[in-house]
């Protein structure tokens, strides 16, 4: 893993964190900029899977792979939910905390990756 | 009561039930993780993050499935799960040598920025809410109004 990269990324989710809990609190639901932005992320987060499982495949290995790999799943699958809950009819202020939290833990789920690399 | 529509949790709780799932998750995941590959380095401590996750997950299908039911088992789950946070607290920072690696629950839950000890407080507040306990369908509703 690139740490610059990982690191950009960890800055972008942290953006779309506070960006989700100002919309919670001005008791606004994810509106359609907002959720470009966290598919935005959720792409980066699939690229540098991508990239970190092609580095593994050519022989890197993480000192504890099995943790690593668990890390890698959790930052692709939680962004997807919050999306879901956001694009939702029913969808409230309360789906924007969703995000903003889903985003703030894949977010330290990316320095976790970092260190385990 | 025969709604034909499936009852659904709305307001706060759908941010609470998200909240409990990522930690039955992260909290599972590591359970599982170092039951599997160091159990014998802090059993203990490795046996109450999975007991914590089992908590979490009760918790966040309550959540999600309303009924009276739920209702009552998301309270006496939370009720646990706060004697636990305060419990394992205590213990982890009276005699550290118990817990050689850290649990979802030890020192208070430090390392989820104290999250876990907050949690069961804020979950068993918005449960105890009269619009909350009717969504649940735990008193009649005073209207057709949902938590």
Known sequence: ?117 | MSSPERRSVQGPGRLIAAVYALFALSAGARAVFQIATKFSHAPLAYILSAVAAAIYLLAAICFTFPSAGSWRTAVVALCIEFVGVVGVGLISVLDPSLFKDASVWSKFGVGYGFVPLVLPLIGLWWLWRPATRAAFGELLPPEDSVA
């Open chain 1, 1 to 117: 893993m690139n740490a610059i990269a990982a690191l950009a990324i960890f800055v972008f989710l942290m953006a779309l964190s506070v960006w989700g809990l100002i919309l919670a609190v001005t008791r606004r639901r994810p509106d359609r900029t907002y959720l470009a932005a966290v598919a935005i992320g959720e792409i980066e987060l699939v690229l540098q899977a991508i990239v970190a499982l092609v580095v593994i495949a050519g022989g890197h290995r993480p000192p504890s792979i099995g943790e690593f790999l668990g890390y890698l799943l959790a930052t692709v699958i939680l962004l997807p939910y919050g999306i879901v809950r956001g694009r939702s009819p029913q969808a409230t202020q309360w789906d924007s905390g969703v995000i903003a939290v889903v985003t703030f833990a894949v977010a330290v789920a990316v320095l976790r990756l970092l260190a385990l690399w």
